[in-house]
């Protein structure tokens, strides 16, 4: 071998080990990402929030918040099915095509060459993904295409157990077995064994979007948690449980689905039961409360799985809900409405060493703004337009000016082109609908003709309780959040821009 070609060897060499090192740290620097993802939980539920009810009690999330940030006011979509779409595709409803119900509530599907998600694209390039828990977007969970692991309670195929007891899993694309136990404890270890498989690659950034049933209907409770809560101080009755609420649309003046009041007065269900009488306002809040106390124990033992694998410095921990839910509220028990006490999440981010301790973000955001804000931190380039707006810049200074508007779409079981109708569905009287929200005003305008609409002043205003829409000191503000709205709809390309049926109001 001559001289020359033993030194263009050992260039390659050298060359090789330095690209290889090269990579390797900057794979380092791309941090991974905990989503945790809960089911129908309200902020009121979590200790950490003003709000919270006085004897909630939520530690290893309010420590989240600590160490992190708290976002005040974010809504991750409008009801389940459709939130967990956006959420895999940074997209409204009607920017998702194919998904389509395919039988009895919940079973839906999806076609996988014609809706993508995004997180086929993050293994793409270099991130080991995983999906642990609820899936609702069809009978294809996507494992090898979306997903390097799975352990999924298809929820969307239908047939598969409960919310928390006698559910079938489906690890890694195989049949769904039975696997007994309580379903958050079940995806927390599931969760902590990924964890702690991955720390054995510390050089591959990882996501693991970990979606826990709780605390969804029927409310139930890890069976150490049964006696919590049954001693603690009385839920103050919203104001406007029963009807009538004058100044509202004409849907929701009378609405009176869930509650009644009792021989005092005083707020009954109408279809939840004890010991055979019905259920009062006050134990409906506890039995709501209790599965979130499970929620919390498992979100203590994730960050001790962080910590103890070395992990916790490199890892974002995104901590929220697929919607808020309303109880008592407008008369609800229920999500769906476009009130802040049925759409409100909890979202607290904790990233060491990047967003500082104890901030709060005040700034209206949406679900659809997370996902560009992971290919940003991550970064990695969006693959497809997606409606939301990068909020990194929030996660270092929250106080930062924040102009774009949040808005929130309702099609219910419409999605994609779809949506293009002249008449959207009604889901227990309410009709669909769209919200934007710009700083405090919030307006909202019904699928529905002539309908009255509704504006809000958040801070002056906070339960939504006086409808400013016919006020004529707030023409102006309704004439620009109807403008903003359709300034939304037409970035966002929705199908259905020009089928908004007329609202019933003064100012036409």
């Known amino acids: 071998m001559t001289y020359m070609k033993k030194v263009r060897i050992v260039f390659q060499i050298v060359f090789i080990a330095v690209l290889s090192a090269c990579s390797d740290k900057e794979m380092k620097k791309a941090p991974n990402i905990l989503f945790i993802f809960t089911d129908d939980q309200s902020y009121r539920s979590v200790s950490a929030y003003q709000d919270a009810y006085e004897w909630v009690n939520t530690p290893n999330i309010d420590k989240l918040a600590d160490e992190g940030m708290k976002f005040a006011n974010f809504f991750s979509g409008t009801w389940c099915m459709a939130s967990r779409a956006t959420l895999l595709t940074g997209l409204h409803s009607y920017g998702i095509q194919s998904l389509r119900m395919s039988g009895p509530y919940p079973q839906n599907e999806y076609d996988p060459d014609t809706l993508k998600f995004w997180p086929s694209v993050f293994r793409e390039k270099g991130y ?18 979306d997903w390097d692991y799975t352990a999924v309670w298809n929820h969307a195929a239908g047939g598969n157990g409960s919310y928390y007891h006698d559910q079938k899993i489906s690890f890694n694309g195989a049949k769904s077995v039975a696997v007994g136990g309580y379903s958050t404890d079940n995806y927390t270890q599931y969760a902590i064994d990924f964890i702690q498989k991955r720390s054995e690659n510390q050089t591959q950034p990882w996501y693991l979007w970990l979606c826990f049933d709780a605390p969804h209907g029927p409310y139930t409770p890890a069976e150490r948690h049964e006696n919590e809560y049954r001693e603690v101080p009385q839920v103050p009755i919203p104001v406007d449980i029963f ?28 279809s ?3 010991n055979d009488r019905p259920m009062g306002f006050d134990e409906l809040i506890q039995t709501y409360n209790r599965p979130i106390l499970s929620l919390d124990e498992g979100v203590g033992k994730l960050i001790q799985a962080l910590s103890n694998t070395n992990q916790l410095e490199n890892t974002i921990v995104v901590y929220t809900s697929d919607q808020g839910f309303a109880i008592g509220e407008h008369g609800f028990e229920f999500k769906y409405a476009p009130y802040e006490a049925n759409l409100k999440a909890p979202m607290i981010i904790q990233w060491p060493g990047v967003i500082p301790k104890g901030s709060v973000c005040k700034h209206p955001l949406g679900g659809h703004d997370l996902i560009p804000t992971f290919f940003k931190i991550a970064g990695i380039d969006l693959p497809w337009e997606m409606h939301g707006h990068d909020m990194s810049r929030l996660l270092k200074k929250p106080e930062d000016s924040w102009e774009n508007p949040l808005m929130l779409v309702n099609t219910f079981r419409l999605y994609g082109d779809d949506t293009n109708v002249e ?8 009709p669909c609908w769209i919200s934007l929200r710009k700083g405090d005003i919030k307006y909202v305008r019904y699928l529905i003709e002539n309908e009255l609409e509704e504006l809000y002043d958040v801070s002056a205003d906070p339960e939504e309780l006086t409808n400013l829409a ?19 709809l037409q970035r966002t390309h929705a199908p259905f821009i020009d089928k908004i049926p007329k609202p019933l109001s003064p100012w036409n």
């Open 470 to 488: 016919t006020e004529k000191s707030y023409k102006d503000n309704l004439l620009e959040m109807r403008l903003e709205m359709i300034n939304e």
């Open 128 to 145: 080991y993904t995983g999906l642990i828990g609820k899936w609702h977007t069809g009978s294809d969970d996507g494992y090898g295409r």
């Open 243 to 270: 009807p009538p609420r004058p100044g509202k649309p004409s849907h929701m003046v009378n609405y009176d689905l869930t509650w009644m009041p009792d021989e005092d007065g005083y707020p009954v269900h109408k």
């Open 423 to 430: 008449y959207f569905p009604i889901n227990k009287e309410i």
């Open 272 to 274: 939840r039961k004890v």
